[in-house]
């Protein structure tokens, strides 16, 4: 039995993360209803919106779901009294010591998983009792760790470092990703960009056609002065690059990004000025689909590249 699906009562081991802007209940509906686990992604919510994505969640869906909170959000207590009013039943934390709130959500019978982009903070979430961790490798979008390590090399390392189930991150965002992700130590994935371009996703529609024709070379990794974070070249992007150029201090990059400029790409689909936070994978994604067909596109191309592994030749 796999210990994500029994951890999570889920019959797919397939996360959908909890991503700023994109994550809302709509989303994370849908993928519960297919059989994976949805997240809402909190860390661009205030506790009000928090409440009411929560209400529209459980309406919407009877099994399993998530919240993802990032613990540097400015309002995080307020995010968890929420979470324990509402009796989330599985909660992932991020960007933050997973010591400062894991023991109080396992009293409350509550699943916690925290993300991680190393062995180190593998360790240090297994000691401070949570019941799994994600491993994101240097592939994935958005904020990222300041190891960049691939998810290729990280999910062994990381396997071996910790006892408590290992969910692969970072460049998945098909069934045969998913397969290398298990063959490599995984017992589930979490899937981001891949579900980004989906009609349930709560980001901006020019965001998602943005996304659907990134090309090979069209991400990268910005601003490792601030939070490292994976963006889509646009002309903010080019306006970092040109400060790096002149030879920006800290203080310059910070007041270069100001504030929001998540929100203004991916919410309010600013493509010049906002950040665009995607995935490496995003060059692979070619259409804006249900998120119900992506957990059955990526379950069947599991299996059926599971099945050829095995029929074709591959035993020396
Ligand atoms: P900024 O500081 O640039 O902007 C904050 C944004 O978050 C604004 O757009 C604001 O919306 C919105 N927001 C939602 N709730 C709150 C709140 N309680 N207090 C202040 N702002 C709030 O942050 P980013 O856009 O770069 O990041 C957004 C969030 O992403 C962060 O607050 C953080 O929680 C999370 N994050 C996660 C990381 C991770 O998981 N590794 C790393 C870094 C950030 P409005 O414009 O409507 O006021």
């Not at 910070?254 to 490496?280: N, T, V």
């Amino acid at each position: 039995m796999n210990r994500i699906n029994t951890l999570f009562g889920i019959q797919y081991p397939l996360v959908q993360a909890g991503m700023i802007w994109c994550s809302g209940w709509e989303l994370a509906s849908a993928v519960s209803n297919a059989g994976g686990l949805g997240l809402i992604g909190a860390g661009s919510m205030y506790p009000d919106i928090l409440r009411q994505q929560l209400q529209k969640c459980r309406e919407a869906t009877d099994k399993p779901f998530g919240v993802n909170i990032p613990l540097l959000y400015p309002e995080v207590e307020k995010l968890m009294e929420l979470v324990l009013e509402f009796r989330v039943p599985i909660v992932f934390t991020s960007a933050g010591n997973p010591k400062t709130w894991t023991p109080k959500l396992k009293d409350a019978g509550i699943r916690v998983v925290h993300v991680v982009s190393s062995s180190t903070f593998a360790r240090k979430a297994e000691e401070a009792g949570c019941d799994a961790v994600v491993a994101e490798g240097f592939e994935a979008g958005g904020h990222n760790g300041r190891e960049e390590t691939t998810t290729m090399c990280l999910i062994p390392l990381v396997s071996r470092a910790v006892g408590i189930p290992v969910i692969a991150a970072g460049g998945i965002g098909s069934g045969r990703a998913m397969l290398a992700a298990m063959v490599l130590g995984a017992e589930g994935v979490q899937v981001g960009s891949r579900f980004v371009a989906t009609e349930e996703s709560s980001a901006h529609q020019a965001f998602k056609k943005q996304v659907i024709q990134a090309k090979e070379g069209d991400t990268l990794l910005t601003l490792k002065e601030l939070t490292p974070v994976r963006l889509l070249r646009n002309p903010f992007f080019d306006e970092v690059m040109e400060a790096y150029r002149r030879g920006a201090d800290r203080e310059e990059l910070a007041a270069l990004l100001g504030r929001g400029r998540a929100k203004k790409g991916m919410f309010e689909g600013d493509l010049e000025s906002g950040e665009l936070e995607i995935g490496q994978v995003s060059a692979g994604i070619r259409d804006i689909i249900p998120a119900a067909e992506v957990v059955r596109q990526m379950l069947a191309e599991f299996r059926s590249a599971k099945a050829s592994l095995d029929e074709s030749g591959f035993s020396f």
